[in-house]
């Protein structure tokens, strides 16, 4: 763990030893990633989704908890579209956490991930969407752009190609195994999650993070046909 994680960690960031044991898995477990889901992902969600937790009157330890956990043994990396509710109630319940906070929690994170616009979404509590809101809200604006290229450089993704056909995918396994490129990936998710928000707050902040993204991709396009 970074000394930087360690800091954040001293400063009164969690509600309960277990939600920053939570935080403390999670780091170790994404420490190293390069693809855009690294510890300091893990805090700006787990921040953002306690803004939101305290809007919307949710349980703030459930928050975190869901927070805290949500990209571990994520779909993305396993394939298992499961892997990662199921990982989040084995841990909890070896943490000594009860059985109904365990269900709860990985209940959430199997709804939490975006899996292809088509795709059916499972249902979600409230602390589940502050979360959803939160990680959808570190997909967009700059640092959405940067996270973008990021995930798109790990899988080997050209960055434009303006013969590739942007592709809506209708299932999980499509959407994982589909090899688009990165600027196509703003069409394929990242542009329509401003309208997949699901608190006021998010849905607020979402506004000025959407219309950065629109203006980088006409810059984009200008510079690609040099016409700026």
Known sequence: MTDTMSRYLTEDATSTP?????????????????????????????????????????????????????????????????????????????????????ELVSGNIAGISFKGAGTETKPLTIEGKCVQDADRLDAIGAIGVARCFAYGGTKDRPIHDPATVIAHHSTTDQYLKHQGTSINHFYEKLLLLKDRLNTETAKQIAVERHAFMEAYLQQFYNEWDAQA
């Open 18 to 102: 277990l939600a920053e044991a939570a935080l403390k898995h999670a780091f170790l477990e994404l420490e190293g990633d390069t693809s855009g889901h690294d510890p300091y992902h893990i805090v700006r969600v787990f921040r953002m989704a306690q803004r939101l937790a305290k809007t919307e009157s949710a349980d703030l330890e459930t928050v975190e908890l869901i927070a805290a956990l949500h990209d571990v043994k994520d779909f993305k990396f396993t394939g298992d579209d499961m892997s990662g509710a199921r990982e989040a109630e084995r841990w909890l319940l070896e943490q000594g956490a009860s059985s109904e906070l365990a």
